[in-house]
């Protein structure tokens, strides 16, 4: 029965991201990525893009009037297989094209690289270009809005990179509990479930009325006073280190000039006594 459970639950999942690719489009690109664990685990990554399967970002342009459109894993109008192109010109110059995609992602951003664009110039040995999108997790961004990352020292010389910032892939890092707030939670829980049974003990066992039923309330009822000393004793020092009962300073010996000056400030009225009529 396990081994039935098991393979009806690889089945389910290779439909689920069957039918996932047949909605996007996008197939991983089997010369780039040979083995065959590395490209189900692409393909399963291409589902944090449901939601936004077919959107289009409309026309971007960059910093040298270059026009492009991208269409998240569908198909550009007139362009056969090809999600990113370059628009300004006509016909189209695709960057990519669907079925040779890579994807790859983190916590917080999922990128998709579509390899096949046209051949580059010389010296680059046939060899040519490609496009990324980096989808990067914004949990208030519904819109497809797609930004095109300037590159003006060419260190992407024959790469087209584009940003979007989208809720979609924030299914990678699901908001959760910071470690204080989990924390905090469970000494809540058990500060409630010690007072709450604490007082159903007092009141059915002990049969204890009013505030008699508070759990340890002599305590309870002196812990404000005990805060409020220890924040005396914290703010309030000349109480509680000493100063206020400190012995008046002599001239015996070592004593620093200050309390020498607080010595004959407290002696003169007596020396004053000594010399009047």
């Not at 996007?24 to 893009?49: N, P």
């Not at 020292?153 to 940003?163: E, P």
């Not at 004959?264 to 010399?275: E, P, V, Y």
């Given at each position: 029965?396990?081994?039935?459970?098991?393979?009806?639950?690889?089945?389910?999942?290779?439909?689920?991201?069957?039918?996932?690719?047949?909605?996007?489009?996008?197939?991983?690109?089997?010369?780039?990525?040979?083995?065959?664990?590395?490209?189900?685990?692409?393909?399963?990554?291409?589902?944090?893009?449901?939601?936004?399967?077919?959107?289009?970002?409309?026309?971007?342009?960059?910093?040298?009037?270059?026009?492009?459109?991208?269409?998240?894993?569908?198909?550009?109008?007139?362009?056969?297989?090809?999600?990113?192109?370059?628009?300004?010109?006509?016909?189209?110059?695709?960057?990519?094209?669907?079925?040779?995609t890579l994807v790859s992602s983190d916590?917080?951003?999922?990128?998709?690289?579509?390899?096949?664009?046209?051949?580059?110039?010389?010296?680059?040995?046939?060899?040519?270009?490609?496009g990324h999108v980096l989808f990067i997790?914004?949990?208030?961004?519904?819109?497809?809005?797609?930004?095109?990352?300037?590159?003006?020292?060419?260190?992407?010389?024959?790469?087209?990179?584009?940003?979007?910032?989208?809720?979609?892939?924030?299914?990678?890092?699901?908001?959760?509990l910071s470690p204080g707030a989990i924390?905090?939670?469970?000494?809540?829980?058990?500060?409630?479930?010690?007072?709450?049974?604490?007082?159903?003990?007092?009141?059915?066992?002990?049969?204890?009325?009013?505030?008699?039923?508070?759990?340890?309330?002599?305590?309870?009822?002196?812990?404000?006073?005990?805060?409020?000393?220890?924040?005396?004793?914290?703010?309030?020092?000349?109480?509680?280190?000493?100063?206020?009962?400190?012995?008046?300073?002599?001239?015996?010996?070592?004593?620093?000039?200050?309390?020498?000056?607080?010595?004959?400030?407290?002696?003169?009225?007596?020396?004053?006594?000594?010399?009047?009529?």
């Amino acid at each position: 029965m396990a081994g039935v459970a098991r393979a009806l639950g690889m089945l389910v999942v290779v439909l689920v991201v069957g039918l996932g690719l047949a909605r996007a489009g996008c197939v991983v690109d089997k010369k780039s990525v040979t083995d065959e664990t590395q490209r189900l685990e692409q393909e399963s990554l291409l589902q944090a893009l449901g939601p936004i399967m077919g959107q289009s970002s409309g026309k971007v342009k960059d910093s040298e009037g270059n026009i492009y459109e991208f269409s998240v894993c569908s198909d550009l109008k007139g362009m056969p297989n090809v999600s990113l192109a370059q628009t300004n010109k006509s016909p189209g110059i695709p960057i990519g094209f669907n079925n040779r995609t890579l994807v790859s992602s983190d916590k917080h951003w999922l990128m998709l690289t579509f390899l096949g664009g046209p051949p580059r110039p010389s010296p680059c040995n046939g060899s040519k270009w490609d496009g990324h999108v980096l989808f990067i997790c914004d949990h208030d961004e519904y819109e497809m809005n797609m930004k095109v990352l300037d590159d003006p020292v060419l260190t992407l010389k024959f790469s087209a990179m584009f940003v979007v910032r989208h809720h979609s892939v924030c299914s990678l890092s699901p908001k959760g509990l910071s470690p204080g707030a989990i924390f905090f939670i469970i000494v809540l829980v058990t500060f409630s479930m010690y007072f709450i049974s604490g007082f159903f003990y007092l009141r059915l066992v002990r049969g204890a009325k009013g505030i008699e039923q508070i759990p340890n309330r002599n305590f309870w009822f002196k812990a404000g006073n005990l805060l409020a000393d220890g924040c005396e004793a914290v703010c309030r020092c000349d109480r509680y280190c000493g100063a206020g009962e400190r012995p008046p300073s002599t001239y015996s010996g070592y004593s620093p000039i200050d309390e020498q000056f607080a010595q004959d400030l407290q002696n003169g009225d007596r020396d004053s006594a000594l010399l009047s009529p």
